[in-house]
Nanobody
């Protein structure tokens, strides 16, 4: 059974930092592309950052220079380091794995940035 479990969300003031973690099980983690998505109230889910199985990364323009995605294949974990947080970063953040014709989602972790 595949599980993606996010952690690290919470309440932070604008300008602060948080690091999200997503622990994966039930997949050959190193072979999967991993991503972080977010969904703000009344908005569509959007891709925030992704890291390929080979380690290539990409980011949505709004977080470039502020967020960093990384993975630790030994720990089956993907991270999202978020700095200089803004109120508009407030959302539920979801972990995603994609590969071998399959896509999996975590249940999400809430990030709230107060102004």
């Amino acid at each position: 059974q595949v599980q993606l479990v996010e952690s690290g969300g919470g309440l932070v003031q604008a300008g602060g930092s948080l690091t999200l973690s997503c622990a994966a099980s039930g997949i050959i983690f190193s072979r999967f592309h991993m991503g972080w998505y977010r969904q703000a109230p009344e908005k569509q889910r959007e891709l925030v950052a992704a890291i390929s199985a080979a380690g290539y990364t990409n980011y949505v323009d709004s977080v470039k220079g502020r967020f960093t995605i990384s993975r630790d294949n030994a720990k089956n974990t993907v991270y999202l380091q978020m700095t200089s947080l803004k109120p508009e970063d407030t959302a539920v953040y979801y972990c995603n794995s994609n590969g071998w014709g399959s896509t999996y989602w975590g249940k999400g972790t809430l990030v709230t940035v107060s102004s």
